[in-house]
């Protein structure tokens, strides 16, 4: 079992060149965030103008779950993942844990919880470089806001997603039509940015657990990028990504990553993973759905 961690990835030359590609677009967005408010003055039906509506977005599906059969030597497999990873900075193991532990018999999603898991994603983002500290603190701004209010006076309606939602819409937390400047987002419409992530990173885990091996990560990142969380962003962060596509060591590494050294393993420790997410965004979908939430601004 190979177990080097994301630092000891190697990056292609080329990132001389991509690095202040990047760094250049993302004083473009910065620029662009400056006008943020203007833009979202545009309204058309009370949405910003630039706001994509969710239905136009092809449904994705991945069913792990229904072909996902464990054997004795998989479930062992997995047990030695789990403990021959723990040195690691990102453990793929107690995310894994974080997101089975965060769904609850009522199905519900416990916060504290699935924020552990998505701490432990930004582990794993920040090991990757710098090309990725721009995703990534924009991930924990996500993470710290939610858990701003789990620690907050409100904490215990902050619970889980049922009752957030339940509180926010009660207390008119939550803005259906613009995001207002000067406040701290809403739980739920920071919720729904993570929610979004999270369809990207199954189909994203997905397409590599069902890779044969030989196909690049960047691709199959882009793949999934295109198929979800695109969708919902600007033109400038989409650039952003594909220089950061660009930036993700080959395939092999990845497997380190995850503790595995074939593509066998990889397969049952990925789509293992995929299996967690799948119930989880499935869980908080329904919450979305029911309360009509999924196009918060
Ligand atoms: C083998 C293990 C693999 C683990 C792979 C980990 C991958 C990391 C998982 C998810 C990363 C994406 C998290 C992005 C959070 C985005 C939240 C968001 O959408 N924010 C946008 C909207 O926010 P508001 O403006 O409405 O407040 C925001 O505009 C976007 C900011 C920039 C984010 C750019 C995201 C690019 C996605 C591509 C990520 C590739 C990372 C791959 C790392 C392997």
């Known amino acids: 079992m190979v177990c080097g961690g994301p ?8 990132l001389r060149i991509v690095l202040p590609l990047a760094l250049l677009f993302l004083f473009l967005y910065l620029s662009v965030t400056k006008l943020h408010v203007h833009l979202h003055e545009c309204l058309q039906d009370g949405k910003p103008c630039r706001q994509i509506p969710n239905d136009v977005i092809e449904d994705i599906r991945v069913k792990p779950s229904a072909s996902l059969k464990l054997d004795p030597s998989d479930v062992q497999l997995l047990e030695n993942v789990m403990k021959n990873c723990k040195q690691h900075e990102f453990q793929i193991g107690r995310m894994v844990e974080a997101f089975r532990y965060c769904m609850t018999e009522k199905k519900d999603i416990l916060l504290e919880e699935y924020l552990i898991a998505w701490r ?71 919720l729904l940015r993570l929610h979004r992530a999270l369809k990207f990173l199954e189909v994203f885990l997905y397409n590599l657990g069902m890779s044969v091996g030989k196909d690049k ?37 990845m497997y380190k990553v995850v503790c595995v050294s074939n593509h066998k393993d ?20 329904e919450v979305y759905t029911k309360h009509g939430m999924l196009d918060l601004p």
């Open 7 to 14: 630092t000891e990835m190697g990056y292609p030359r080329f």
């Open 120 to 190: 432990q994603l930004i582990k794993f983002m920040d090991a990757l470089g710098t090309v990725f500290t721009f995703i990534s603190s924009e991930t924990m701004t996500k993470v710290n806001i939610l858990q701003g209010y789990l620690n907050g006076e409100h904490g215990k309606d902050y619970r889980t997603v049922t009752s957030m939602v339940k509180y926010e819409l009660e207390n008119e937390v939550v803005n259906f039509k613009e995001l207002p400047p000067n406040r701290v987002p809403s739980g739920c419409r920071t």
């Open 217 to 253: 990560t960047s691709q199959m990142c882009a793949d999934a990028y295109h198929k979800t969380l695109s969708h919902h962003h600007s033109w400038f962060i989409r650039q952003v990504a594909e220089v950061a596509f660009l930036a993700l060591p080959p395939i092999e590494d």
């Open 266 to 285: 990889a397969k049952i420790v990925l789509l293992t993973t995929v299996d967690a997410i799948v119930k989880v965004y499935n869980i908080t979908q």
